[in-house]
């Protein structure tokens, strides 16, 4: 199972909007609504943003949102803050009832 | 408060085995699947494998099929994962996942994690 595609990195200013894509393909992706993000700070374990292409667990900030067309997801966080800067990675749930990873997205805040 | 405790990483030669341990608390264990993602230090995320609520389904991922066996006992509200014939390539920190569900029809997402245990496979 091939690995999602992410942008290596991303960047923006406080305040600002950006979307990180994350492309992979109708086994995975696009054949299912189990897609999910995760945001991971240097040194800590990731921390679920948002699950099920759109819905956000408790807690976690409305300036997240995520989307899906075809094989193609995205998160998209409005209102950039410094606190936002980390790795973020989508996942799949797969036609062989497995998970796959993106490789990773670094945000950096200008 | 939804804790997840591993143990169990060292330091192991090519070929040897190794048993990590998830000691977990806050939650009904016996009620959700549980998981297993490494990390490399420096890169990305890897699912390794999950385990339904009550243990009767099992998934792996192709590149630690036949070398690691998760498991989980519910009295203990502990997950494993026993792995072999360990290669270099296995060197990462092994994070233990909690999912949403239980787990009947494979992994979607974790919602809780531990903070990890490093297993360095070296000679």
């Known amino acids: 199972q091939s690995a999602l595609t992410q942008p290596a990195s991303v960047s923006g200013s406080p305040g600002q909007s950006i979307t990180i894509s994350c492309t992979g393909t109708r086994s995975d992706v696009g054949g299912y609504n189990y897609v999910s993000w995760y945001q991971q700070h240097p040194g800590k374990a990731p921390n679920l943003i948002i699950y099920?292409?759109?819905n956000r667990p408790l807690g976690v900030s409305n300036r997240f949102s995520g989307a899906k067309s075809g094989n193609t997801a995205s998160l998209t966080i409005s209102g950039l803050q410094t606190e936002d800067e980390a790795d973020y990675y989508c996942?799949?749930?797969?036609?062989?009832?497995?998970?796959?990873f993106g490789r990773g997205t670094k945000l950096t805040v200008l | 408060e939804v804790e997840l405790l591993e143990s169990g990483g060292e330091l192991v030669r090519p070929g040897g085995s190794l048993r990590l341990s998830c000691a977990t608390s806050g939650f009904t264990f016996g009620s959700y699947a549980m998981s297993w993602v490494r990390q490399v230090p420096g890169k990305g995320l890897e699912w390794v494998a999950s385990?339904?609520?009550?243990?009767?389904?099992?998934y792996y991922a192709d590149s630690v099929k036949g070398r690691i066996t998760i498991s989980r006992d519910n009295s203990k509200n502990i997950l494993y994962v026993q792995m072999k014939s360990l290669e270099v390539e296995d060197t990462a920190v092994y994070y233990c996942?909690?999912?949403?569900?239980?787990?009947?029809?494979?992994?979607?997402?974790?919602?809780?994690w531990g903070q990890g245990t490093l297993v360095a496979v070296s000679s």
């Open positions: 996942a909690k999912e949403r569900d239980n787990g009947d029809y494979g992994p979607k997402y974790f919602d809780f």
């Open positions: 996942s799949s749930y797969t036609s062989r009832s497995t998970v796959v």
């Open positions: 385990i339904s609520d009550r243990g009767g389904s099992k």
């Open positions: 099920d292409v759109t």
